[in-house]
């Protein structure tokens, strides 16, 4: 009989492998004669690239850690007034820092500071406010969180960007990668807490945001201004809906860790192919584009991600073949520092003026060049990782 263990390493393994992605699209983007399914499909497109499966996939895991680790403060004694200020605090910290981050998308060439000389700074900032300070003094720890607080707040003070030949200040736009991921981890984390976990009102919630996206793009002009107004449906709910699809995937976990994990299995090959069949299904309601946020993105690129986990599982939890991804393992346990060292390594790289030689730049000399920043990124990660500098929210 297949047994499931009780704890699946394969959700930092997917985490990993996910960040290393996510690099590698990021720098892949700037790379030309490429084949175009690699990078991102445009707005215009009823088109899915590799580049728009990978935020979705970072979603998905974000709902699949939920259960473990609000129930693991549960357990542990928590109330759950110190638990929903947990995760109000953690959002908070990812919205905070995706506003910055959007906004350096319009940095204005008349600022004070130069945008890589800008983006240096809060990058630094972030680290202060929120590094997982462990031997040093409390005294010291708040010294430098406020000081970091300071810098941002003068940093948005003097932060000047354009749009439209308009000079405007700080704004939060679409809130950014960190923050969308922010907006839909306090929806579904705080659904997930005030109902107790219980499986059936998570599937509830689940439903609820993936009829919500259908309905908000069959009634566009009725629902526009609604994540305006709501940021906890930002993307017309894609972004919990991808979340709470993790959540439901753990809970599934939960209830059939006891039993043969060959139900788990046929579970998620069914769910999987489920969530790709309405992708397709819903694929004439407003095509496939993660730039407009469609329900046929949300289930193809939900779908995905189950089937890719269910691999991931067999070949990690099952196998014991966790040390084949040991290379990119500090991308899967210090996430949101990997996630920032290319802010500060593009920026460095700017301001030194280097220049990749051109056949860096296209083809599969481009190609190339993005695994390795990739893999350098999460190299630099680990070093900060074993000094114990990394971020933690």
């Known amino acids: 009989m297949l047994q499931l263990p009780k704890r699946l390493q394969s959700i930092d393994v997917f985490r990993a492998v996910t960040m290393f992605f996510m690099i590698f699209v990021n720098d892949v983007d700037g790379v030309e004669k490429i084949p175009i399914w690699i990078k991102h499909a445009k707005a215009y497109q009823d088109k899915l690239g590799f580049a728009d499966t990978i935020f979705p996939a970072f979603l998905f895991i974000v709902g699949l850690s939920i259960p473990f680790a609000l129930s693991k403060r549960i357990q542990s004694g928590e109330n759950k007034f110190k638990i929903a200020m947990h995760i109000l605090l953690r959002s908070l910290a990812l919205i905070v820092m995706g506003t910055f981050h959007v906004n350096l998308e319009n940095y204005s060439d008349a600022a004070i500071l130069p945008e890589p000389v800008f983006e240096i700074i809060i990058t630094l900032a972030f680290f202060l406010i929120w590094l997982d300070y462990k031997s040093i003094s409390k005294t010291v720890q708040y010294i430098l969180q406020a000081a970091g607080i300071i810098i941002l707040i003068v940093m948005a003070f003097l932060y000047k960007g354009e749009y439209h030949n308009a000079a405007v200040g700080m704004q939060p736009q679409w809130w950014g990668i960190l923050g969308l ?55 017309n709910g894609s972004m919990a809906g991808f979340i709470m ?25 069914v769910l999987g192919a489920a969530y790709i069949a309405f992708g397709f299904i819903t694929r004439p309601v407003a095509g496939i584009s993660k730039i407009h946020d469609t329900p046929a993105w949300v289930g193809i690129c939900t779908g995905i991600g189950i089937l890719v986990f269910t691999i991931l599982i067999f070949l990690v939890d099952i196998k014991g073949k966790a040390k084949w ?59 900060l990782e074993k000094k114990n500098l990394r971020l933690k929210i």
């Not at 009102?201 to 908000?216: G, P, R």
């Not at 793009?217 to 201004?225: K, N, R, V």
């Open 181 to 235: 991921i922010g907006w839909g981890y306090l929806a579904c984390a705080l659904i997930y807490l005030i109902t107790n976990g219980k499986f059936y009102w998570q599937v509830i919630a689940l439903i609820f945001f993936l009829s919500f996206n259908v309905v908000a793009h069959i009634y566009q002009e009725d629902f526009a201004s609604v994540p305006k107004y709501c940021p906890l449906l930002m993307g």
């Open 245 to 269: 699809g993790g959540v439901v995937i753990s809970l599934i976990y939960s209830i059939n860790k006891q039993k043969s994990g060959g139900s788990f299995f046929i579970w998620l090959i």
């Open 325 to 383: 991804f040991n290379i990119i393992k500090p991308a899967g346990t210090s996430t949101l520092t990997c996630y920032l060292i290319p802010y500060l390594l593009y920026s460095i790289m700017y301001v030194s003026n280097f220049n990749y030689p051109q056949f860096l730049n296209e083809g599969i000399g481009g190609i190339i060049r993005s695994f390795a920043v990739a893999f350098i990124v999460i190299f630099i990660t680990g070093l």
